[in-house]
Nanobody
Framework: VQLQASGGGLVQAGGSLRLSCTAL????????MSWFRQAPGKEREFVAA????????YFSDPVKGRFTLTRDHTKNTVYLQMNSLKPEDTAVYFC??????????????????WGQGTEVTVSS
C-alpha cells in the first residue's frame, strides 16, 4: 500500500500551497485520510482529517479557518489547501490513512498507512 504526497515547497508568509496525497495501488474510498506535520525537533502532530465521503472534516486549532481538506474519489486523492501560511506552519507534512474506527484521529499510532512526506517552508 503506497501513499504519495506532493505539493510542498517554499512560500512567503501569507501565501498558499496545495498538498496532494494519492493512493497508488488500491482504492481508499472507505478510509479516513489525514495529514500530519512534523517540524524540526518536534513530535509529529495532527493537522486535518476527512472521512470516507468527504462530508466531514476535522482540523487542529492552529490551522482551523486557514486550511481546507477535500477528496476526489475518481483520482484516489485528497487535497490539503493551505492558505494564509505562517512561518510556524513550516514542517514536513505527511498524509496517512486508516479504516474508520473508534479511536482518536489525532494519534499517530492509530494510522496504518503513511506517505513519504513533503516539505513545506514558510518564510517570514
Amino acid at each position: 500500500v503506497q501513499l504519495q504526497a506532493s505539493g510542498g515547497g517554499l512560500v512567503q508568509a501569507g501565501g498558499s500551497l496545495r498538498l496532494s496525497c494519492t493512493a497508488l495501488d488500491r482504492t481508499f474510498s472507505d478510509y479516513i485520510m489525514s495529514w500530519f506535520r512534523q517540524a524540526p525537533g518536534k513530535e509529529r502532530e495532527f493537522v486535518a482529517a476527512v472521512n470516507w465521503d468527504g462530508g466531514s472534516t476535522y482540523f487542529s486549532d492552529p490551522v482551523k479557518g486557514r486550511f481546507t481538506l477535500t477528496r476526489d474519489h475518481t483520482k484516489n486523492t485528497v487535497y490539503l489547501q493551505m492558505n494564509s501560511l505562517k512561518p510556524e506552519d513550516t514542517a514536513v507534512y505527511f498524509c496517512a490513512s486508516r479504516k474508520p474506527k473508534s479511536a482518536s484521529l489525532r494519534v499517530v499510532s492509530q494510522y496504518d498507512y503513511w506517505g513519504q512526506g513533503t516539505e513545506v517552508t514558510v518564510s517570514s
